[in-house]
C-alpha cells in the first residue's frame, strides 16, 4: 500500500546572499566628482556670491587700466607700467578671497548652522570632502585670473608665455590659502565674528605685500618675503613682466604657509559649534 505524501507549500529559507545585504562602497573618485559638483551648484546658484566674486576684480581692473592707460613704465613700480603691475596683482588677490576668505567664513558658517555637523555624520570621507573645496575653488581662482587677464591684454599688457609656471603657481597659491582659510576657521568661534577675523589677518598681509601699491622699504619687504601673499605677488609679476619661469623660492614659502595651515586644520578643526 502506498502512502501519498500531501504536497506542501512550504519552501526552503532562502540563504541571504551575503553580497547583496553587505553595504555597497563608493568609489571615492566617484564621491570626489559628486563633492565637486555640490559646491559648483551651491555657488553658481547664488547670484549675489557669484557676481561680487567675479565684477570685483573687473571693475578694479577696469578703473587701473583707464588710470594708467597709456602710461609710461615709472620708477615707482619698479619699472613697469601700473597695469604691468597691477594685472598680476589683482589677479594674485583675487585668489586670495577665493581660497582664504570666502573659503574661512562659508565654513564657519556651515558649522554655526550645523552643516557640517550633520555632514560629518553621513560615510562621506573628511578627505573627500575638503579636497572637493579646494577643487571649487581651483576652479573659481582660474576663472577669476581669466577674467583679470583679459581685461589686462585689452590694454596692452603682454600675456605669460611659461603657462605650465603659471598653472602651477596658482594651483599651488590656491591650495596654500585654501589650507590657511580652513585653519583660520578652525580658529573663529562663530559666523558673526568671521569676517572680522578674516579681515583682520589678510588686510595687513595684503597691504605690506604690495598689493595696494609697491613697497620699497627694504626691511618690509623682506618680512613681508616670508609671509605668503607677497611671494605669490612676486612669482605672478615675474611670470607676467620677466617672462620668467617656476619661481622656486616663492613657491617653498607658499608650500611651507600651506603645510602650516594644514597642520593648524588638522589639529584644530570642528564640526560642531562650539559652546557660547
Known amino acids: 500500500m502506498t502512502t501519498l505524501i500531501p504536497p506542501t507549500t512550504e519552501t526552503a529559507p532562502a ?42 576684480p573687473i571693475v ?16 615707482f613700480f619698479f619699472g613697469l607700467t601700473g597695469m604691468q603691475y597691477y594685472t598680476p596683482v589683482i589677479a594674485a588677490v583675487s585668489v586670495l578671497g577665493a581660497c582664504y576668505g570666502q573659503l574661512a567664513i562659508v565654513l564657519a558658517m556651515r558649522r554655526q548652522t550645523g552643516v557640517l555637523k550633520r555632514l560629518h555624520a553621513t560615510p562621506l570621507p573628511a578627505w573627500v570632502y575638503f579636497a572637493g573645496l579646494l577643487v571649487h575653488c581651483v576652479v573659481v581662482s582660474i576663472v577669476d585670473v581669466a577674467l ?94 620677466q617672462d620668467a619661469g617656476f619661481q622656486w623660492r616663492d613657491l617653498a614659502v607658499l608650500a611651507g604657509w600651506g603645510v602650516i595651515g594644514a597642520l593648524i586644520a588638522v589639529r584644530s578643526f570642528r564640526w560642531d559649534p562650539r559652546p557660547e
Not at 563608493?26 to 559648483?40: F, T
Open 15 to 56: 540563504v541571504p546572499s551575503a553580497r547583496a545585504d553587505a553595504p555597497r562602497e563608493r568609489n571615492p573618485l566617484a564621491l570626489l566628482g559628486h563633492q565637486i559638483r555640490y559646491e559648483q551648484l551651491s555657488f553658481w546658484r547664488n547670484p549675489q556670491s557669484m557676481v561680487f566674486t567675479f565684477v570685483l
Open 60 to 75: 578694479i581692473i577696469g578703473i587701473f587700466g583707464a588710470v594708467f592707460s597709456g602710461s609710461e613704465g615709472q620708477d
Open 148 to 241: 583679470v587677464f583679459g581685461i589686462g591684454a585689452l590694454y596692452g599688457v603682454d600675456l605669460p608665455t611659461h603657462w605650465g609656471a603659471v598653472l602651477l603657481t596658482l594651483v599651488l597659491g590656491a591650495a596654500s590659502f585654501c589650507a590657511l582659510g580652513v585653519g583660520v576657521a578652525s580658529l573663529i568661534k562663530n559666523s558673526e565674528a568671521a569676517p572680522a577675523v578674516v579681515q583682520f589677518i589678510q588686510f595687513p598681509l595684503v597691504f605690506i605685500s604690495g598689493s595696494y601699491f609697491p613697497i620699497h622699504a627694504e626691511l618690509l619687504n623682506t618680512i613681508a618675503g616670508l609671509l605668503p601673499v607677497k611671494p605669490f605677488n612676486d612669482a605672478m609679476l615675474a611670470l607676467f613682466t
